[in-house]
């Protein structure tokens, strides 16, 4: 895949990002673009930076690496489940844990930011569909695990984050996306996790939809890089 194409691909994603936001009665900029570079190499990642894309999500802590080190100024989210063996690494290399899914998980990443001296944003994953397949919470232990982070230093809950069912039409993840947003509206209610505004939910096949049910954040890695390259490729 050439410069030009990536650059051609991630302007149409743009173009797209600020259609589904106008149909929603938003501004372009309420909506992180955030370029998933899992399996691509720096050389792609460079294409997308030159680009003007600036948010990158990786699923691996190892992967993500090379490529933190290659453009330290980029916003670096952690987008895969985050192993307990990898907390340390992870604190120190990404901007952004998006997939948090227990309390444990959660004070862990607390003690390794407070060891650095930093302060991380996460997002708590939600399994909306209850898969077994997939990591995240179920949305009723959501209040519990808000109750645990309210007590804990060096980390700040600032919303939620799901991937629905996999699915052809992009339409059958609507309710999925709307469930995740009355999730947050209704956590906002009670009164916790005042900082809790995100809401990380659409990829390459949904994102337009997401925006509409009131994404914040869209993961878009194939309509940007293409097919994924195999890994270490």
């Known amino acids: 895949m050439t410069e030009e194409l990536i650059r051609d691909r991630a302007a149409r994603v743009l173009e797209r990002v600020a259609r589904a936001a106008a149909r929603a009665g938003r501004k372009p900029e309420s909506v992180r673009l955030v370029a998933v570079t899992k399996t691509h190499p720096v050389k792609r990642v460079a294409e997308a930076y030159e680009a003007g894309l600036r948010a990158f999500g990786e699923n691996y802590v190892q992967e993500a690496e090379e490529k933190v080190r290659a453009f330290p100024d980029a916003e670096w989210h952690l987008i895969g489940k985050l192993q307990a063996n990898k907390v340390k690494k992870a604190v120190s290399l990404f901007g952004w844990i998006q997939t948090v899914d227990s309390g444990e998980l959660l004070a862990d990443v607390s003690r390794r930011c407070v060891e650095a001296e930093k302060t991380l944003p996460v997002l708590v994953e939600v399994n909306l569909?209850?898969?077994?397949?997939?990591?995240?919470?179920?949305?009723?232990?959501?209040?519990?695990l808000l109750e645990t982070a309210a007590g804990l230093p060096g980390v700040t809950v600032r919303g939620l984050m799901a991937i629905p069912p996999a699915t052809v039409d992009p339409e059958d993840s609507r309710p999925y996306f709307a469930r995740l947003r009355e999730l947050l509206s209704r956590t906002a209610s009670r009164g916790a996790g005042g900082e809790m505004t995100e809401l990380s939910m659409g990829m390459s096949n949904d994102f337009e939809v997401a925006i509409e049910e009131g994404a914040t954040m869209v993961r878009v890695g194939t309509a940007i890089f293409g097919s994924r390259a195999r890994r270490g490729g």
Do not use: N, R, T, V
Request: net charge negative; charged share 30%.
């Open 129 to 144: 569909a209850g898969e077994e397949s997939k990591a995240g919470i179920d949305p009723g232990e959501l209040p519990a």
